[in-house]
């Protein structure tokens, strides 16, 4: 069953109320009663966004009618059964945002997108960098929290431990980000990133497959007498060749820690990074694939060396110090 997408249509409303300040909701509800009435009231918003560059309608991101109705009317009665809805995708939730981001911008080459519960318990989306502290303006928000933007669609502000980084949003549509932050006064820094696609493993033994579709056929047909019984002698597929591994842990005094190491130490950088969470101080597989994905890997042994121990946690520590003057800052501006 779809997810309720009410909240998606008021932010949708609202948009194009900002045009139209007479109009109603009642009226803009008439527009999802039948499939018919949503599929023109969609063609008309596509007309005006391309006729009407520059203004309100250029606030609502979708760009098709299969994402209007996965965003704003798959949890229709008339609309579940709908190729446009069949697939389970239809309810817009942030599943559709997470993944692996490569960009174009030099400084930053790859942004996380991820989703984890929030400080309330809830599942809310993540962003993660470690190339963003190559961003003065950016260092303290190379973990952060996106929290959808009133009145607007696939919009989202960015905020570090509850205090949010002004004049800045990221947005999503098409398996693509835009980030844009205002360094000065009207000037913006824009930033495009485009969803990395995932590669799945599929048998590639054409032969064997012809082999088995040949006995499966000759069993079949050898005699009409018998129950049409097919029997096929073939090894086992595995869909899931991942295996859980294991991973031995050691004692390990000093730096550089490796994979399976315990130390205190360790337990503090799992804290800072997993919301509090020390994984009992181990150097574990986890640990190991954000080092990976965020560059700090120097050799193959994928040490984790005090330089970059000492990186991570004071980005933390800073974070405490600069806080106030942010919040300072915002609270003068309101």
Known sequence: MAQNLDEKRKQLYNIIKKGNPDYERAKFDLNFSTQKTFESFVQLILKNKKEKPKTHWDLILVKDLAGFYRTFACDMPWAKDLSYC???NGDGNIDDYVGTYTTTFPKIKKVEIYKR????????????????????????????????????VNVFTI????????????????????????????????????KEQVVTNEPTDKKD???????????????NKKPNIPIV???????????KITIPTKPCDDFPFTLGCVNSKIGDLN????????????????????????????????????????????????????????????????
């Open 159 to 194: 905020s570090s431990e509850g205090v949010e980084l002004p004049d800045a949003t990221i947005s999503f549509t098409n398996n693509e980000f835009t980030f844009k932050y205002k360094v000065l006064l009207n000037q913006f820094l824009t930033i495009t990133g485009k």
């Open 271 to 334: 804290a800072a990074l997993f919301s509090g969470d020390r994984n009992n101080d181990t150097y574990n597989k986890q640990l190991e694939n954000f080092l990976d994905n965020r560059g700090y890997f120097s050799n193959s042994k994928n040490e984790l060396t005090k330089d970059t121990w000492d990186d991570l946690i004071n980005r933390n520590v800073i974070k405490e110090s600069i806080k106030k003057v942010l919040k300072e800052y915002i609270n003068k501006k309101k």
């Open 209 to 223: 497959d012809k082999k088995k579709t040949d006995s499966v056929t000759s069993t079949t047909t050898q005699d």
């Open 86 to 88: 069949g697939d389970g």
């Open 233 to 243: 002698k073939s090894k086992p597929l595995y869909f899931n060749k991942q295996k």
């Open 117 to 152: 519960k929030d400080e309330k318990d809830e599942d809310s989306l993540y962003l993660s960098s470690i190339f963003l502290k190559n961003i003065p303006q950016l260092e303290d928000y190379t973990v952060a929290k996106l929290t959808p933007k009133a009145d607007s």
